[in-house]
């Protein structure tokens, strides 16, 4: 039990699809945030959610939808996405945004493959 | 725009060896993050360090935060097959919009051959 749940663990997708991720956190946590993991490249934060509210988008595409209905569930909708989004989609929680709470507890990740 | 480098990239050695990885800034942080990540799962945290020129140690793992905040080093001493992964340093960012994120390096991918 890593506290941090996402499901699916594996996701096959065409371009005209549409899905969802989900993930869970039972850590009492009030920040999530999706991250997303590429070859050769740093884990890039995509989305930030304190107490069910995004404080942050870094300028990712609106091909990418987050939800955050509760502090203890998020999601990320996802739609005609191309190729090169294929990567492994982290979710992460942490206790509060404020310096001195950042310790991040990720969940297993969503490898996402967009054909 | 905030950058942490990892170095080396890639390491590759003989379990009992020892080994140093290193993640350098020109940013100061409020405290950083060592995570390690084995593949298909996703980073689990193994240290945070906070006050400049702190050393903490996890077993045969010594961490140390440079004294100005902006680089941190991890230790490695008679590496096992278990230590196998991708290490990864965060650094909590002090200014800004973006206060409480964290900002990764690209890792150290680790090999330990038996």
């Known amino acids: 039990e890593t506290g941090v749940t996402q499901t699916p663990r594996h996701l096959v997708m065409g371009m005209t699809n549409k899905k969802s991720l989900k993930c869970e956190q039972h850590l009492g946590h009030n920040a999530m945030y999706w991250y997303k993991q590429s070859a050769k490249k740093p884990l890039e934060l995509m989305f930030v959610y304190s107490l069910e509210e995004r404080v942050e988008n870094n300028s990712v595409p609106s091909r990418f939808s987050p939800e955050c209905p509760n502090s203890s569930h998020l999601f990320l909708h996802l739609h005609t996405l191309q190729p090169e989004d294929s990567a492994l989609y982290l979710c992460?929680?942490?206790?509060?945004?404020?310096?001195?709470?950042?310790?991040?507890?990720f969940g297993q990740g969503t490898r996402l493959t967009v054909v | 725009t905030q950058l942490l480098e990892q170095s080396p990239q890639f390491l590759s050695i003989q379990e009992g060896e020892n080994l140093t990885v290193y993640c350098n800034s020109s940013?100061?942080?409020?405290?950083l993050q060592w995570y390690r990540q084995e593949p298909g799962e996703g980073p689990v945290l193994l240290v945070t360090?906070?006050?400049?020129?702190e050393v903490k140690k996890l077993k045969r793992l010594t961490f140390q935060f440079g004294d100005a905040r902006k680089d941190s080093s991890l230790h490695i001493t008679a590496a096992q097959p278990g230590d196998t992964g991708l290490y990864l340093c965060a650094g909590a960012v002090i200014h800004g919009g973006s206060q409480g994120n964290l900002i990764f390096g690209k890792g150290t991918k680790l090999s330990v051959k038996p």
């Open positions: 940013s100061v942080f409020s405290s």
């Open positions: 992460a929680s942490s206790q509060d945004l404020g310096v001195g709470n950042t310790e991040a507890f």
């Open positions: 360090v906070v006050t400049g020129g």
